[in-house]
């Protein structure tokens, strides 16, 4: 047993378990290969948010079959949201796979990969902070969720909220750091929520102060946030730290309080709306990204109108839209037909996405010609990519190795989902472009 695999679908917070197992895989000595054909284990990080995703999953064990028999003693796992606390379902339906484990629950894997390695993984494994890092990284800070809204899965698969001690994430983004990570992303079902479950009840707002003082870090960001603990301790730390970036995830989920209510969402869109005016009283230049579920059971056109008109009149820099998924065992399942056809959830879709799309466009018209700082990720069809504080993509074209650098660009062309920009030199970098064109 040499060599592994992780397929990955679905949120950032799947995207940082599967990176926190890949480190303890790596820790115990295995390589990871770009192929599933070529790994001895095998792991497919499952989401189960909507069907989509679920349909997916489903297919990619469906290909893992004739993996599996081709080799019986490769390791094939299904890790994340499809597992729940019982599998006897799965068990029969999937017999190709050999664990079934619940997110996060790295242990009964490491547990057999220790075995026919001769190992004990705990006496090997120490931290799950990735080992390789890119320049940007997700730092998962809570996990679960207690809000249980009517169409969510994520409580009944992560469980309660669990907050992780402020002490150890510290440590940890300093750890990233030394392995040259710039930027952290603290990752939680409901971030803003850190703290609340912990005995000396810190939030959001402290751990971010800590980690504006971790030195060599460059950058903040957070997510996904509920408007019930966008507390203005929170939106004063976005709005004073330096290293936290202006971009701040939002869900509002629907425009209309019959169906933020039907939802289970403990705020009127009166109150989202003047939460979000204060965020941006606050926080000058911010930018802002929300998600809408459209064709929610009992929705009517002119709720969903309304939905519209709030996304015209708040003018978001993001709309993660979706049209409603019946997800078995959520409250709305239990309770509510689902009742709009799939051609009229496929139509307010479209016009949804089409407001968003012209709104965005004429938002980012407005920064031709602006100066931006830009943290370089890495490279593209030939041109270095990053993202501003507000989380706009730019792409840019350099001769020197920018990655990890933040960069001044002046941005020459904009579209609605990314910018074409010119390096704006230093000075003195400036003059010894200069000197060198002139032979000195």
Known sequence: ??????????????????????????QLGLRQTSQAADADVVVLNSCVVRQSAEDKVVGTLGFMGPWKRQRPDRVLALMGCMVGAKTDALEAKFPQVDLFLRPQQYGPLLDLVGQRLGLDWQGCVGSLAPVHPKVTCYVPIIHGCDLMCTFCIIPFRRGRQASRPLDEIAREVELLVDRGVKEVTLLGQTVDAYGHDLPDRPD???????LNDVPGLARIRFLTSHPSYMSQRIIRAVADLPKVCEHINLPVQAGDDDVLQRMRRPYSQAQYRELVGSIREAVPGVSMSTDIIVGFPGESEAQYRRSLELVAELRFDKVHCAAYSTRPGTAAARNLEDDVSPEEKSRRLHEMDQLQEGILGEINATLVGQDV???????????????????????????????GQLVNVTIQRASPWSFQASVVLPRTESRSVASASLGA
Do not use: Y
Request: one cysteine or more; charged letters at 35%.
């Open 1 to 26: 047993m040499n060599t592994f695999h992780i397929w990955t679908i679905g949120c950032q917070m799947n995207k940082a378990d599967s990176e926190r197992l890949e480190s303890a895989l790596e």
């Open 373 to 403: 700082e830009v943290l370089v990720e890495g490279r593209k069809k030939g041109k270095w990519h990053g993202r501003t504080r507000t989380d706009k993509l730019v792409f840019f074209d350099d001769p020197a190795d920018r990655l």
């Open 204 to 210: 959001l707002a402290d751990l971010l102060r800590r």
